[in-house]
């Protein structure tokens, strides 16, 4: 998919930017495929994508992954999902339109995030695919 200015874009890196006032959801187009951000958002420490895998780290002032931080829609690809220091994250159930997140993601690390039985289960149902669970 070709971006409207007529390049295509495969891959960013964002480093210690702390006047960056906005930042689109993460990918916002299916064809970039490498991106390196590091502290540009409150609560997003590290966000790192590369060949179909996603880490993201946080810290107390990430609460949630939503269309606000992440373009789900153009996850489709993605096989490996670690999240680590999020101590409050909340995944929602519903995107934009009622859509439901289905991520096809087989292997699901979760390094030093708390949450309940409950939103554990709830975070687990958004990952049909998973064949390697560490928490």
């Known amino acids: 998919m070709a971006a409207s200015n007529g390049f295509q874009s495969y891959g960013l890196e964002i480093d210690q930017c702390a006047k960056l006032s906005s930042l689109p959801p993460i990918p916002w187009t299916p064809t970039l495929q490498h991106v390196s951000i590091r ?44 999240i680590r220091s999020c101590p409050h ?35 687990l149902s958004h990952f049909s695919n998973i064949s390697t669970l560490c928490i």
């Open 89 to 123: 994250l909340i995944v929602p159930s519903e995107g934009p339109n009622n859509t439901r997140y289905k991520l096809a993601v087989d292997s699901l690390v979760i390094e030093r995030c708390s949450f309940s039985g409950k939103e554990g289960t709830h975070m």
């Open 39 to 82: 502290t540009v958002r409150p609560g997003l420490e590290r966000l790192f994508l590369f060949d179909n895998s996603l880490t993201i780290e946080g810290n107390k002032h990430l609460c949630s992954l939503d269309e606000k931080v992440l373009a789900f829609h153009n996850l489709t690809g993605l096989n490996r999902l670690i």
